[in-house]
């Protein structure tokens, strides 16, 4: 479990347990008040009734709920009395169905909601009851539904709309006439954010939105991924409506229909406060890029994604140097030429500016391309992500301060950064505060291993990845038995031809419970010696998430890991499509630890219905 300042949160797939109850009670009662993010998909009812019968629970401002509720979960939630403080829930996880939602017309919590947060719902009617219970209604978000236009229209004929300010329908099959129906609500006029992602919108309904009340005072309008023509496109981007225009989302549009928007946006002199871009997937030209230049108040970037761009280099050079794009902090621009006889894009920006998040990639000429990381831009670089390019080419800059403080994950793939690098950058005060370290298929051995072994320094690595580095081989499983597995959350070490001997070997000699959430050891011939091993540590009581397909697992590596107390708390086991043996089989049935949801994945499928 994680405690993030006052936030308690169980990893994603991690359970809620019955006998977790009072110590979790006992935690919240320390850290009051507090943000409860848990997944009670295992959690028994009378546990669930002991949970939030507790007085610690008033001190709850916001809850997340993940593992699907069903109708009897909601029955439970909607009788609780002690959620006093709380202002924001989220149900996460399998599909609410439309039962599940008016069970919450008693519930005493259901007036002080401001968020409510769902997916995978099933028609939006029950939500039209459920607002109006909600009198403060400030945020209301579903990820993946499906919604009729009967559903959306019952929405949003929703008095307890007028206070929302937030609204996420993001995969949600709402189609043209869904999003008519929300334009031509009565009470939707307050939007401060509008995401529709995805949704099969085309131009019948955007026309509408374009002089719509509904986006007057809009500051975040998400509309990436919808079959959209360039009338429309055109039509919404030179709105008046937009004055208040602060971020926008336009992935994944046809063609240089992204470009098109764009151009038209750059034409729209209401909008001069664009702070946020996100606009990966779209062939932008050269010429639709220079209209952006030509507005010197569209406002100022802090955030671009402008992957696959078709931009010269002297107009990203431009653009990066100029009002709208200099202070830009996080960059995504993979597929984008960097390069040309005047120079790097980055070589105008001024001396102020600070890029902390970058990431790149490209499948044409890669010289040269990972040096720039040695330019004053990236001088408080956080985040790198690179694919092809080698950041070996900047192992200089990022062995020297500020660097060695300021990058946090560092995620290399394909050839990303040579051995001789990485070495370099794990001695003594290098990579000080690593969090991530992801270095995949990038040809790396057990010196490796060595180096990351002897960076005592280093105190905080929460995620390794070390995929398809076939020359680690049983290298890598000193890991297991290092420093850095007192702060570990994830290991992945697919594909690096590590053997079970090693593994057990390296575990029997662990002598701490580590917090190791995850382990992804995949497509290792770890074999049933190295189930064995898993199944009989007794310090990885946190392991939640088992990633063992393609390991050469028998009868007798499943039947271990089936009867081990240490897969009391599993939520996620990928064996492949084969446990072992038709025993191996029942033996997963019949553990008396596994989840009866894992269980279930092994069933014959003429038990599963």
């Not at 320390?30 to 629970?57: I, Q, T, W, Y």
């Not at 439309?98 to 409510?116: I, T």
């Not at 971020?247 to 664009?274: C, H, K, P, R, W």
């Not at 662990?510 to 917090?515: K, R, S």
Request: hydrophobic share 40%; aromatic share 6%.
């Amino acid at each position: 479990m994680a405690v993030l300042g006052r936030a308690l949160r169980f990893e994603e797939y991690a359970c809620l347990r019955d006998d977790d109850v009072d110590a979790l009670v006992e935690l919240i009662r320390l850290v009051s008040p507090v943000k409860l993010d848990v997944n009670v998909s295992e959690l028994g009812g009378a546990s669930f009734h002991r949970l939030f019968k507790s007085p610690e629970m008033g001190s709850i401002t916001s809850l997340c709920l993940r593992g699907g509720l069903g109708v009897e979960g909601a029955e439970r939630l909607a009788k609780v009395d002690t959620l006093t403080s709380l202002k924001t829930l989220t149900l996460l996880g399998g599909r609410l169905s439309e039962d599940c939602l008016p069970l919450f017309e008693g519930a005493q919590w259901a007036p002080g909601l401001e968020e409510l947060h769902l997916s995978s719902l099933r028609g939006m009617s029950p939500i039209a009851e459920c607002a109006n219970l909600c009198e403060g209604l400030k945020s209301f978000a579903v990820n993946w539904g499906s919604f009729s236009r009967e559903d959306c229209e019952a929405f949003a004929s929703a008095p307890g709309l007028a206070s929302l300010e937030h609204l996420h329908l993001d995969d949600c099959g709402i189609k043209n006439d869904g999003l008519l129906a929300l334009i031509a609500s009565g009470y939707l006029s307050n939007l401060e954010t509008l995401s529709v992602v995805n949704n099969g919108l085309g131009s019948k309904s955007i026309n509408r939105l374009a002089s719509s009340k509904l986006i007057e005072g809009v500051r975040r309008l998400r509309i990436g991924d919808n079959p959209i023509k360039a009338g429309g496109l055109k039509k919404l981007a030179k709105s008046p409506c937009l004055h208040a225009l602060e971020e926008l989302n336009i992935y994944d549009f046809d063609d240089d229909l992204g470009g098109v928007f764009l151009d038209a946006l750059a034409q729209n002199l209401a909008v001069t406060s664009l702070r946020k871009l996100e606009a990966n997937n779209n062939a932008v030209t050269d010429e639709q890029g220079k209209a952006l230049l030509e507005r010197a108040d569209l406002g100022q970037l802090e955030y671009l994604e402008g992957s696959s761009w078709r931009l010269k280099p002297e107009t990203w050079r431009a653009l990066l140097s100029s009002k709208l794009g200099r202070n830009i902090s996080h960059l995504d621009i993979a597929n984008t030429e960097l390069i040309d006889e005047h120079g790097s894009i980055f070589d105008d920006m001024p001396e102020t500016s600070r890029i902390r998040f970058f990431r790149y990639e490209t499948w044409e000429e890669s010289e040269g391309r990972g040096a720039l990381l040695s330019l004053p831009p990236f001088r408080e670089l956080e985040e790198l992500e690179l694919e092809v390019v080698s950041l070996s080419e900047a192992t200089e800059a990022f062995c020297k301060p500020p660097l060695t403080d300021s990058i946090r994950a560092l995620r290399v793939d394909v050839g990303g950064i040579s051995e001789e690098s990485i070495i370099e950058l794990l001695k003594e005060g290098r990579l000080n505060n690593i969090e991530e370290l992801k270095l995949d298929r990038c040809e790396l051995t057990e010196r490796t291993i060595d180096a990351l072994i002897d960076a005592k320094h280093i105190r905080n690595l929460r995620h390794i990845s070390l995929w398809k580095n076939h020359g680690i081989g049983d290298a890598a499983a000193r890991l297991f038995n290092s420093h850095h597995m007192r702060s570990l959350r994830e290991i992945y070490l697919n594909t690096v031809q590590l053997s079970g001997e090693a593994l057990a070997r390296e575990l029997g000699q662990l002598d701490f419970d580590a917090p190791l959430e995850t382990l992804g050891v995949q497509s290792n011939a770890i074999g049933d010696e190295g189930a064995l091993a898993l199944a009989n540590t007794p310090h990885l009581k946190s392991l939640s998430t088992y990633y063992l397909y393609g390991c050469k697992i028998g009868e007798e590596g499943v039947m271990a890991l089936a009867n081990s107390p240490n897969v009391k708390r599993i939520s996620v086991l990928h064996l492949g499509n084969d446990p072992g043996s038709e025993e191996g089989r029942k033996a997963l049935l019949e553990s008396p630890y596994l989840p009866e949801r894992i269980k279930r994945a092994w069933a014959p499928e003429s038990d599963k219905s």
